[in-house]
């Protein structure tokens, strides 16, 4: 008895060890996550891709460089050059604001890290999509003109922030962690590659028929104004024409209603992802009691504005205490939930697709289509139109007219005074700290120790 | 023997039915078993007896076993027992804390027994090693306990307050006041250099406990330092008994992949056999912020405002600056500290303990409530309840024990959404009232954020907790038990931060529809099975103990997070269901699986000569195919050369001495499950009705297990028949292969990369801990506890650290915890702005080429000194801790001197005429680029750098014994307890313990309570 005992302890034990051991590795290993897809699985299905690509549009509506939040280029760089006036003494605004930013500034590195993290997405796309067999070559063109066209679209913005920058083209993170900077002009011809690809993967309609994403037109309207920030004058004309001939596009007649959701005019906008949602470009400016909580548009800015400017009435809202007004734009007039959408975000319109043209022509010395193309839009604002032929007049009339036509949308103030060559006369007199070398942000110190290929640092830091 | 053979054979074909058969029904298998006869004993006579102590007080529960039998009982409450046996037997009387004694019958009637009272106690006291159990001065390892009476001092909920400068080798920082906030510990040691990897293992009652919060970043991140409410924040501090930390390799082997940090075992209270007792412990207390920052009174700082902008050439002072600019009363004071973050914090704790039971069975049931508000304006509070049973039970033959205990805690945690304490320190001192006349919030017209907006919005969290346990043992031969332990275990927390609109400036115009709510639910789940054998047997001279178990563990946590914005009302908005937007943010099921198998071997030979053998193979799904297994072990071996004979006749001043040594490996997989795997996951942002799917991280799918070797040496003494003990340990533990997120430029698209880096981390250090017994008297006793460690921190090997992305963060032969700093060349006499030393000589101050100070932020030395008297019926218990180290000077921790910000008075000193010499440069109110440029640059500077040492009366706890309850039949005590008391400093900041300026410091605590036994 007690024989058995002992036996079926002992056996049992052996057998028993023997039999879990076996399982062991089983017991270990667990099944992908329930929150994540895998890669490989993502580019199998269509739905997962478009909710990749979606993604990317929502950070730039949400959180990166375009968005109209206060992390936003429109609204920290309208701080920085002369549109608008810092009233928050503890924002980290202050800084754009009194141009004093530095190489450890925050806003600066997301502005950088930002963009790079959604150009990986890009990438990480373009890869998967062209890997993968899965797709029809309808759906692959579509996916990978929509990267192409984002990869570019955000490369843009961090050369007009940073100047020479590196070109991002791989996922691949030990090429990309030691990659050295392109000389600015090469961004842009690698832009320009990168549009042209984008352009030729896309149809012409837009998705849907809704203007939220990316289609050949966009990809057009994106590379006039790339072609024209290059000088290259007749291909920005031909963009533009290409754009503005099509017939999917007109001018919004009513000024009040040029940034509604559902404007004639609007070739690109950003879909709020919430029914009822409105624009955070509404919820950064707008306020309705003074003195400003954030900022208000500049003194230089609303005195140099023609007073019949319908504009001034339309787009520019105002708030008194009795002894003190301020103005701030009120393109986006919605700064809270509605019933349902009534404003997007806009990225293109035609009225800048015009001013392109109008630029290209005067540069072409083509002053009578310039003065047409320019005069639509002042005419829209009810103002007379212009009439001189002498080039640099038509040439500095187009660039007041960007300015007071585009003002506090996503930077185009920056890049515009930028790009002309005009921003330092602009700005030393205007900005007490400026320098000349402010036309390029620092890059972050953080990247320059991690990636020393980036060195030097831009002049200046 | 015929008969038997069969049944082999049988049994052999059936081997795996019947292996089956005893792991499933095991207990069945135990019922049977106590059916077996029992012996005859012969009942011969009865002895009856008292035990008392030396001043012949009766000792209740006193141990009375008849030598050579496992027959025996314990003592009433008066201290009387009786028992039958050989009236020639001996009897073996043993109790807690007194020198056992062997006592002849010699077929007497009646004995009375003095019990001498153990001075130190030591040879008594069994340390829990997790698996196994051994005496103190037996081990071979180094395992420290705390005892119950140090962690009864603490006032505060969480556990590790009370291991705070009692235990060398453990560093313990509390984070915040704020309750529910964490304490860091760190065990001899940052071993990785990632630093979220540091983590020991907890194991409570034999079950692990994870002490990864399931709060989320979005709910509490914004009050709570860290990554949110502290998961041991739910065990009750009053129902541990005892806490031991196990560190070096002798001890932490056995526990693998999760031991190279150290491993927490935390046993709760278990009944005692002898007479019920219900216990009632009352206290409460006050709290208070104790040392606030001396800041600028309103004349100081509107001066400072004026001479920023006269410095800065302004002379028209701008329309923004509504301190100076006529906008603000500029004579109006306000305590900034005082008002949001000066009130008292009140706690509360009641508890009530039940216990007793027989020889065969006993029980303990104990429920706690503890509330504590806080020290900010408004009604925020931790509320606590928690419930603890246990219940044990053996066999009267003893080959059956089983142990089950359930530890049930629900916290509910209501705080503000929002920590004001960096905004209260930088406030202008003549900003506007909070409040307008009618009671709502004042703006100013827009001049300022109101601070209390904050509060508008809260942060609730509830959980709740369940540990429970189950120990089967069972005694298959003599020497031979196998037992099973089972563990459960589930934590849920929900969580929920609202933003009401009103938390915005009224000039924005937004109403509640644009108010929104953050809800986090996650919940944890968790089980552990770990079958066992444990084998001892006795040689000639020698004890042989070994043990073999295997761990299967299981770990599944759920998390729901949802945003909810668009209410129509401020008063629903913790009501899902009444916001007009509502998006699930996040949705998961993680899953942790994890195996292993252990073993143990120990040898005694003669009580002298210890080995002690222990190993560990483990598997975690947190590994990539082909990195999931990997082995550990360690040798430990210890030589009481007191008990020889040389010692006995040449050493006699020895009482007791021991060396030991171990060497062994231990491992760390702390990196979160699925990251090998290559994943986007869903964001939490919509697109034309599309969720967002975003990359989750860089791929690397061939990372393992961080490697840790230890090493240790250890030298314990006993003088003068143990009123003085001293022991000293060195160790040298070195971690490689580690498991890091590799910083990268943001142009890959990412932070980091998880990887194992071929780099090496060596912590050394030494411990000494000394414990006298220095007056013992019948009327007064004193004795004192001191402890310190000296630790040293080294990064030791790093290929090509220069070129890799961690070159600005570590150097080679340094510490991980420095910082590579600008030096300071001080403020200029001339232009009054710092300058500092330009190494290349590029004319520019930049990283990395300037910044070649290292300074060192680990302590350099930390430690605790507690001494206990007792004088009649009053206890006195007084623990110091202290820690040398470096930390950040308070003002370079702000804005620019010369801002719209108050400042410390070290400003005062500043810069202000050409010659000045001074450490404060120039004020500036920002709009001079070289000032601005020169204070970020100051405070990236060994010049930023300022002793952060303390000496801290960290708790004070004084006993008075009005009543005892073997006299009176009830006993009552008062006591009075301080926490936090006082400080000696010369750090500017809030605290040197946190140094940190944007929490609550660990609040200054007294406390009034009473205990009453019956």
């Known amino acids: 008895m007690k024989t058995i005992y002992k036996y079926f302890n002992y056996h049992s034990l052996v057998i028993m060890i023997s039999i879990l051991s076996l399982s062991c590795e089983d017991f270990v290993t667990v099944d992908a996550p329930n929150y994540e897809i895998t890669g490989e699985l993502l580019f199998t299905d269509a739905s997962s891709v478009d909710a990749a690509l979606t993604d990317i549009y929502s950070q730039l509506r949400d959180n990166i460089l375009t ?299 083509q002053i009578p289509n310039a003065l047409n193309d320019l005069n639509r839009i002042r005419d829209r604002a009810h103002l007379s139109p212009i009439t001189s032929i002498d080039s640099d007049t038509v040439l500095n009339a187009i660039y007041e007219e960007r300015r007071f036509e585009l003002f506090t949308e996503m930077g185009h103030r920056f890049l515009d005074l930028k790009r002309t060559g005009l921003i330092h006369n602009t700005l030393e007199n205007v900005k007490p700290n400026w320098k000349p070398t402010m036309d390029r942000l620092p890059i972050p110190d953080s990247e320059l120790i991690l990636n020393p290929s980036l060195n030097p640092q831009n002049d200046g830091y | 023997m015929k008969n038997n053979y069969i049944l082999h054979e049988k049994a052999r074909s059936f081997n795996r039915l019947f292996s089956l058969f005893l792991f499933l029904t095991f207990s069945s298998l135990c019922n049977n078993t106590l059916a077996l006869p029992k012996y005859k004993i012969d009942l011969q006579h009865l002895v009856s007896g008292k035990v008392t102590d030396s001043h012949g007080t009766p000792l209740p529960g006193v141990q009375i076993q008849i030598e050579g039998t496992q027959q025996g009982t314990i003592t009433s409450i008066n201290g009387t027992f009786s028992i039958t046996s050989h009236p020639y037997a001996e009897l073996i009387i043993s109790s807690l804390g007194f020198i056992p004694q062997q006592v002849s019958i010699n077929n007497r009637d009646h004995i009375t027994i003095i019990l001498e009272e153990d001075i130190t106690q030591l040879n008594e006291i069994t340390i829990n090693a997790g698996y196994y159990s051994v005496k103190e001065r037996e081990q071979t390892g180094n395992i420290i306990q705390i005892n119950k009476d140090a962690i009864e001092e603490q006032d505060l909920p969480n556990p590790l307050a009370a291991i705070q400068g009692r235990a060398a080798g453990v560093e313990i920082i509390q984070t915040s006041g704020i309750p529910g906030a964490a304490f860091d510990i760190k065990i001899r040691g940052q071993n990785s250099i990632r630093s979220n990897g540091n983590d020991p293992l907890f194991v409570v009652d034999g079950v692990p406990f994870p002490t990864s919060t399931l709060g989320n970043a979005q709910t509490s991140s914004l009050i709570i330092p860290g990554l949110g409410v502290s998961p041991l924040n739910n065990l009750n501090s009053n129902d541990i008994e005892t806490i031991e930390i196990l560190k070096d390799a002798d ?48 004349s100081e700082y509107i001066s400072m405002r004026q001479e920023a902008y006269a410095n800065d050439g302004v002379t028209q002072i701008p329309f923004n600056a ?259 937007n509502v998006s699930i943010n996040e949705n998961s099921e993680k899953e942790y699986k994890y195996q292993a198998f252990f073993a143990r071997l120990n040898i005694n030979h003669k009580g002298k000569y210890f080995v002690n053998l222990t190993g560990r193979r483990d598997g975690s799904s947190r590994f990539g195919s082909e990195n999931k297994f990997a082995n550990f072990g360690a040798v430990g071996a210890a030589w009481i050369f007191s008990r020889e004979g040389f010692s006995k006749s040449h050493l006699n001043f020895l009482s007791f001495g021991k060396i030991r040594a171990s060497y062994g490996s231990t491992g760390s997989d702390q990196i979160g499950d699925y990251q090998y795997f290559d994943t986007f996951a869903f964001s939490n942002s919509v697109y034309q009705n599309t969720i967002g799917l975003r990359p989750s991280r860089l791929y690397n799918p061939n990372f393992s297990w961080e490697k840790n070797i230890k090493f240790e040496a250890g030298l314990e003494l006993g003088f003068l028949n143990d009123r003085i003990n001293f022991s000293s340990s060195y160790y040298q533990n070195t971690s490689s292969n580690q498991l890091v997120g590799i910083p990268l430029p943001r142009t890959t698209g990412f932070s980091s990369i998880n990887a194992n880096l071929n780099a090496t981390v060596e912590n050394t250090g030494w411990e000494f801990e000394l414990q006298t017994v220095n007056i013992q008297s019948d009327q007064f006793k004193w004795s004192t506890n001191f402890n310190i460690t000296i630790p040293t ?52 101050i930049s990283r990395p080429q300037d910044n070649q100070i290292i300074k060192d932020l680990n302590p350099s030395y930390y430690g605790g000194i507690s001494n206990t008297f007792t004088y009649g019926r009053f206890n006195l218990d007084i623990l110091f801790n202290f820690t040398k180290q470096l930390g950040m000077d308070y003002v370079a921790t702000t804005h620019i001197p010369g801002t719209m910000n108050n400042q410390s008075r070290d400003v005062l000193h500043r810069w202000q005429n050409a010659g000045d010499q001074t450490d404060v440069q120039k004020y500036t109110s920002g709009l001079n680029y070289n000032g601005t440029l020169a204070f970020s640059n100051y405070a990236q500077s060994d010049a930023a750098i300022i002793d952060a040492s303390y000496l801290r009366l960290k708790t004070l706890s004084l006993t008075y014994t009005l009543t005892n309850v073997q006299n009176m039949g009830i006993g009552c005590k008062f006591f009075l307890r301080g926490q936090n008391l006082w400080t000696l400093t010369n750090y500017n900041g809030l605290d040197p313990e946190t140094r940190s300026n944007t929490t609550i410091p660990p609040l200054r605590f007294i406390t009034l309570g009473t205990t009453l036994t019956f």
């Open chain 1, 67 to 365: 968005t109209g939040n206060i992390l936003g280029v429109g609204y920290l760089m309208g701080l920085y050059t002369d549109e608008l006036v810092n009233y928050n003494p503890n924002a980290a605004a202050l800084l754009f604001y009194e141009n004093t930013v530095l190489p450890n500034n925050n806003s600066v590195l997301n502005f950088w890290s930002g963009g790079y993290n959604l150009i990986y997405a890009t990438n990480s796309i373009i890869e998967g999509v062209t890997a993968s067999h899965a797709f029809s070559i309808e759906e692959k063109n579509t996916y990978l003109g929509e990267a192409y066209f984002l990869r570019g679209f955000i490369h843009f913005y961090l050369v007009n922030l940073f100047g020479d920058i590196p070109y991002i083209r791989t996922t691949d993170y030990e090429k990309n962690q030691s990659i050295p900077k392109l000389n600015q002009d090469v961004v842009y011809s690698e832009i320009i590659l990168d549009l042209q690809e984008s352009k030729s993967f896309l149809e012409e309609l837009p998705m849907g028929d809704s203007n939220f994403r990316i289609n050949q037109l966009v990809s057009s309207a994106f590379l006039s104004r790339v072609y024209l920030y290059q000088h290259l004058w007749e291909e920005a004309l031909n963009e533009a024409d290409y754009v503005i001939n099509s017939g999917h596009y007109q001018l919004q007649s009513d000024i009040d209603q040029v940034f509604s959701n559902l404007s004639p005019e609007t070739i690109w906008q950003f879909d709020t992802g919430r029914a009822g949602a409105n624009t955070l470009d509404a919820q950064t400016y707008v306020f309705v009691s003074g003195p400003p909580p954030n900022s208000a548009l500049s003194e230089a800015f609303i005195s140099k504005m023609e007073p019949q400017d319908f504009r001034f009435t339309q787009w520019i809202g105002q708030v008194t205490n009795g002894s003190e007004t301020w103005f701030f734009p009120n393109k986006y007039k919605f700064n809270s939930l509605t019933d349902t959408t009534q404003e997007c975000s806009i990225i293109f319109r035609l009225a800048e697709l015009y001013l392109i043209r109008a630029e290209a022509y005067a540069q072409l010395g």
């Open chain 2, 251 to 298: 001890a932490t082997a056995i526990y693998g992949s999760r031991g190279a940090n150290g491993v927490v075992l935390i046993t709760t209270k278990k009944g005692k056999s002898g007479k019920t007792s219900f216990i009632v412990n009352l206290s409460s207390g006050l709290g208070e912020v104790a040392n606030p920052v001396d800041v600028l009174n309103t």
């Open chain 2, 322 to 580: 509504y301190d100076i600019n006529g906008t603000w009363d500029p004579t109006k004071y306000t305590n900034w500290q005082k008002e949001l973050f000066g009130n008292t914090s009140f706690l509360t704790n009641a508890e009530a303990q039940f216990s007793g039971g027989g020889e065969y069975t006993q029980f303990l049931v104990s429920g706690n409530y503890n509330k504590q508000t806080t020290v900010f304006p408004g009604d925020f509070k931790n509320e606590k309840v928690s419930i603890l049973s246990s219940l044990h039970h053996k066999t009267k033959n003893d080959k059956l024990n089983l142990q089950f205990s359930v530890n049930y805690t629900t916290d509910t945690n209501n705080l503000p959404a929002t920590s004001i304490v960096r905004e209260a320190l930088l406030l202008s001192p003549n900003a506007p009232d909070l409040y307008n006349t009618d009671g709502s919030l004042n703006w100013e017209n827009s001049t300022w954020n109101n601070p209390l907006r904050n509060f508008e919005g809260s942060y609730l969290a509830k959980s709740t907790n369940l540990i429970s346990n189950a120990v089967l043992k069972y005694t298959l031969l003599n020497g031979l038990d196998f037992n099973t332990s089972f563990g459960f275990t589930q934590s849920q927390l929900n969580e929920i931060k609202t933003t009401p609109n009103t938390i915005l400036n009224p000039a924005f115009g937004i109403g509640s529809e644009a108010s929104s709510a953050f809800h986090n639910n996650a919940n944890r789940t968790s089980w552990i099975i770990e079958p066992q054998l444990n084998w001892k047997t006795q040689f000639k001279n020698s004890t042989l103990e070994a043990l073999f178990g295997m761990t299967f563990q299981d770990e599944i946590t759920n998390t729901t997070s949802i945003f909810a914005n668009g209410f129509t009302s401020n008063a629903f908005i913790e009501n899902l269901a009444a916001a007009q």
């Open chain 2, 793 to 844: 921190n080294r990064l030791v090997s790093f290929p090509n650290l220069e070129g890799s992305t961690y070159s600005n963060q570590l150097v080679l032969g340094e510490p991980l915890n420095i910082l590579k700093l600008y030096q300071s060349q001080g403020v200029n006499p001339d232009h009054g702005f710092f300058e500092f030393t330009d190494f290349d000589g590029n004319g520019i």
